[in-house]
């Protein structure tokens, strides 16, 4: 099983990302995806999560309007668009698979954002 996260980087504030995480190993479509961020002397926290089919999405408060969680089944990925780049989303992103009865969960090993002039 791997979940592996790309798009990450150095932004400047306002700007944009598009965060990707590419499932293998796992019947992709029976998951529904997170993603979580943590920074620096913080705990994990979650940032969104999309049902296995995509039909329902949710945000914590400090995103929702700024970012929106995807995925395509067909590709295995679950997607995460950040607009409006804040310095205080300066984190690693990890992406979270988890099975309907929670009996599974994997985790990808993290991409750095870094929100910063």
């Known amino acids: 099983v791997q979940l592996v996260e790309s798009g990450g980087g150095l932004v400047q504030p306002g700007g944009s990302l598009r965060l990707s995480c590419s499932g293998s190993?796992?019947?992709?479509?029976?998951?529904?995806m997170r993603w979580y961020r943590q920074a620096p002397g913080k705990e994990r926290e979650l940032v969104a999560s999309?049902?296995?089919?995509?039909?329902?999405?949710r945000y914590a408060d400090f995103v929702k309007g700024r970012f929106t969680i995807s995925r395509d089944n067909a590709k295995n990925t679950v997607y995460l668009q950040m607009n409006s780049l804040k310095p205080e989303d300066t984190a690693v992103y990890y992406c979270n698979a988890q099975d309907l009865l929670a009996t599974y969960d994997y985790w990808g090993q993290g991409t750095q954002v870094t929100v910063s002039s």
């Open positions: 190993g796992f019947t992709f479509r029976n998951y529904g």
């Open positions: 999309i049902t296995h089919a995509g039909g329902s999405t």
